[in-house]
């Protein structure tokens, strides 16, 4: 079984179809960190993060737009990380900061849904890679013309804005991040990489409608509901 | 059954392990020795060549018979999700000075990282401690979702040996084991063989063995898992669905050690077989003094 064919999300670029590999960075918008504080100096981190800080979204995450995200019963709420993410165009090994974008072959939007994470020292793996933690889309929008570096990011829930965010903020922009993941991992074509959320992430309730606008990019919807104990 | 996937001549394959018995002669492949004496469970029509000197075949989907050297070694399934547990022996947890757990600690792992028997690993020159994870992977065959730990077996496709290796230098406290750490190239080798679950009559106890350069290093027994096959089935398809080809990586014995370029690392794990991979300097890799570009400007 291939980890790909998962998400029939539009792509009308070079590759034509996203690999099924979602990668998201974490702690890469200045908010993220920020909000932290000092506690990023004390046990357990210890340290602020030096390398980029990934996780992964596996296959069985991913959905695409206008989905419904089912919430466990035994949980109220969940976050949203809104993410603009980026296609691989072609494999990407320890590419150059001047050279990143080369390998860009478009942009969607990434909702990373989690459980509320209360540290982030272990991957948490069972609060953010629930069945259908991961809406992409709507489409993969052609990159010229974007600078993923300045996009607004606005999510609402049930029409109403709880977050405004733009790229600017990024810790490592799109560049930069590119090169630093590719110098230990290649990615491949199709392979989603999401460029990192504000914080703090709005927090959603069975029966919201969810709603993240990227003006270039598009608007990706979903509804969340409680899911049968 | 054991089965596999190999390029050969132009092509991916399916392939099985052949029998001695269809009359491919053997050939020493120098990588042996005496240790890869095994108790080999899986029986049947398939006898393992268990003198340790290799010439091991596989026969093709298209009925070709091939000498283990003369194909690529590929994962041996199509790999979907992999799922890796960290701590999950006693010993190596307190080989790492660190306190058993509650809940698994699980990680998961990109398809980059994915690499075949017999393939090179780079190893990172300015890394103090790279270290193999000898471990037993569990393929999942149906797809699994709230799975009782009774009936957890019944979703499994087979069995086979993964070497997760780590390189400690890069390990965070965020998200921990961080991807710089688990997710590198090529550094979770799977293979040679899946073997079917029904040759596999106890995964439950299996012996686990690592030698570095032919010397024995890392020994366990999957009696040994702090949370076993069942329980870790139960517990992954409480929150996600399992589907087949996904692979559970069940954690590592004691003995973990550094490894350096030219080293080659062999794990072998009871009725599975025996798993080779040798480590690459970064020249190799066209990195270190003299820097190659990885695509050339256009």
């Not at chain 2, 992999?82 to 509650?102: C, F, K, M, P, T």
């Not at chain 2, 709230?146 to 965020?174: K, P, S, T």
Request: net charge negative; with cysteine.
């Amino acid at each position: 079984m291939p980890a790909g064919a998962v998400v029939p999300i539009p792509c009308d670029v070079p590759p034509y179809r996203l690999s099924g590999a979602v990668y998201g960075a974490l702690l890469n918008h200045r908010s993220a960190l920020a909000l932290l504080g000092q506690a990023v100096h004390a046990p357990p981190y210890r340290a602020p993060p030096q390398a980029p800080v990934l996780c992964v979204k596996p296959r069985n995450t991913l959905a695409g737009p206008d989905t419904v995200v089912r919430i466990p019963a035994d949980a109220e709420e969940v976050e949203v990380g809104a993410n603009v993410g980026l296609v691989i165009g072609r494999a990407a090994c320890r590419v150059p900061e001047s050279r990143a974008l080369d390998f860009v072959a478009g942009y969607l939007i990434v909702a990373d849904v989690s459980l509320p994470l209360a540290s982030h020292f272990r991957p948490g793996v069972r609060l953010k890679a629930r069945d259908g933690f991961c809406p992409l889309g709507p489409a993969v929008a052609d990159p010229h013309g974007i600078d993923s570096d300045a996009l607004t990011v606005e999510v609402f829930l049930d029409g109403a804005r709880v977050q405004s965010a733009t790229t600017t903020d990024l810790i490592r922009p799109t560049a930069r991040l590119l090169a630093d993941v590719t110098e230990f991992m290649t990615l491949s074509a199709g392979d989603v990489l999401a460029l990192g959320a504000a914080a703090p992430a709005p927090r959603a309730r069975p029966g919201q409608i969810l709603r993240i606008e990227v003006p270039g990019i598009g608007v990706l919807s979903c509804r969340f509901e409680r899911e049968a104990a | 059954m054991k089965r596999a996937r190999v390029a050969h001549a132009g092509a991916v394959h399916d392939a099985v392990a052949a029998s001695p018995a269809c009359g491919a002669a053997r050939e020493a492949d120098g990588t042996g020795g005496e240790h890869a004496q095994l108790a080999d469970e899986g029986g049947g029509e398939h006898v393992r060549l268990a003198d340790g000197a290799g010439g091991e075949h596989v026969q093709l989907a298209d009925g070709r018979i091939v000498s283990e050297d003369a194909v690529v070694w590929l994962p041996p399934f199509e790999v979907g999700t992999v799922i890796a547990l960290g701590l999950n022996y006693r010993d190596h947890a307190r080989e790492l000075q660190l306190d058993s757990q509650e809940e698994p600690l699980v990680f998961l792992k990109g398809p980059g990282s994915l690499l075949g028997h017999r393939g090179r690993t780079r190893r990172p020159a300015d890394a103090a401690f790279m270290h193999y994870e000898c471990e037993l992977a569990v393929v999942i065959g149906r797809p699994a979702r709230r799975v009782a730990r009774e009936r957890a077996l019944e979703h499994v496709a087979g069995y086979c040996i993964a070497n997760d290796y780590a390189v400690r230098d890069y390990l965070e406290n965020w998200y921990r084991p961080n991807l710089r750490v688990k997710n590198r190239d090529g550094c979770t080798v799977l293979g040679p063989w899946l073997v079917d679950a029904a040759d596999v009559p106890d995964p439950g106890a299996l012996g686990l063995r690592t030698f570095v350069n032919g010397k024995l290093t890392q020994q366990g027994n999957t009696r040994d898992l702090i949370f076993g096959i069942p329980v870790l089935i139960e517990y992954l398809s409480s929150f996600m669905t399992l589907s087949p080809g996904d692979v559970i990586l069940t954690g590592t014995p004691e003995g973990v050690g550094n490894v350096m370029p030219g080293d080659v690392v062999t794990c072998e794990i009871d009725g599975l077989g025996r798993q080779i991979n040798s480590l690459a300097a970064d020249a190799e890799f066209g990195r270190g003094k003299h820097e190659v570009p990885c695509e050339s400007s256009i």
